[in-house]
């Protein structure tokens, strides 16, 4: 039995030195050839936002960024003897959300009643906001070494909605219901009616990445990346809010280089 434990110890022992020095060659080879490969985590800070801000919103009155993780795994590949230029690409799973608190007038909304049925029309009041969204993102950077430590990216980024949600609450007004001179319904009194336009919002989206990182230590880096969504988040049939609506989020966190 004892000599059993001894070989079995042996082997795993063999089998760590192994992978060890498979993963060193690995790393050497990767190097050789100018690849890079690098993990990150961060989280979100931005919002969902008409660009610009449409007469129809008269205030903010409120915002919470809410906890918006993002994990992400790239390759760089850089080119030429000195490796100043390369192209990154990779995964990244990643959520973008806010909540939001507005007044506004002659807003287009669709409301569900106590009852379920739905009005529609134009909102003069309160609006509570809500978006969560969860996305799988692919970005395709340009990365441009700008000293041994710093390093700059650009490009565009295509993403997936997983899973969406714009969801709220209207208070303290009243709906036009048809068009701003039509039927009015109040709402006062902490009387509210909900709204959901989460089966609008579209799947497919992209925009504009930009972003640098900073290596703190060998393997250690910081980065910043500005994410800004070039398409309207909700499908082009969708015609309830009357203006276009972006997100718009900074990315930042730590990321490891192989």
């Known amino acids: 039995m004892k000599k059993n ?5 042996c082997l795993l022992v063999s089998l760590s030195t192994w992978a060890q020095r498979e993963r060193t060659k690995s790393i050497i080879w990767s190097s050789l050839h100018g690849l890079e490969y690098e993990i990150k985590a961060g989280f979100n800070i931005g919002g969902t936002l008409p660009i610009p801000f ?12 809410t906890l918006s ?30 909540r939001t608190k507005a ?9 569900i009643g106590d009852g379920g049925e739905k009005m529609s029309g134009h909102w003069n009041g ?26 700059l990216k650009f490009g565009p980024y295509f993403a997936y909605l997983m899973d969406g949600d714009f969801s709220g609450h209207v208070y303290e007004g009243y709906l036009r219901e048809g068009d701003p001179t039509g039927a009015k319904v109040e709402f006062t009194n ?17 925009g504009v990445q930009l972003g640098a990182d900073w290596k703190a230590f060998k393997h250690l880096k910081v980065y910043a990346d500005l994410n800004w ?10 015609k309830t809010i009357t203006f276009d ?13 192989f």
């Open 126 to 151: 309160g609006v509570r906001t809500k978006v969560q969204n969860s996305y799988l993102t692919i970005p395709v950077l340009a990365a441009y070494k700008l000293t041994p430590r710093w390093n």
């Open 229 to 238: 969504g070039l398409n309207d988040i909700f499908q082009k049939d969708f």
């Open 103 to 111: 007044t506004v007038k002659d807003y287009g909304m669709e409301i």
């Open 190 to 206: 902490d009387k509210i009616a909900t709204y959901d336009f989460s089966s609008d919002l579209r799947k497919f989206q992209w």
């Open 54 to 65: 449409p007469a129809e919103i008269r205030s903010i009155d409120a915002y919470n960024p």
């Open 69 to 98: 993780i993002t994990i992400e795994g790239n390759i760089t590949k850089w080119f030429g003897e000195k490796q100043k230029w390369g192209v990154t690409t990779g995964l990244k799973m990643e959520n973008k959300g806010m």
């Open 245 to 257: 609506m972006y997100a718009v989020y900074l990315n930042v966190g730590f990321g490891y280089a």
């Open 5 to 9: 434990i001894i070989l079995i110890l």
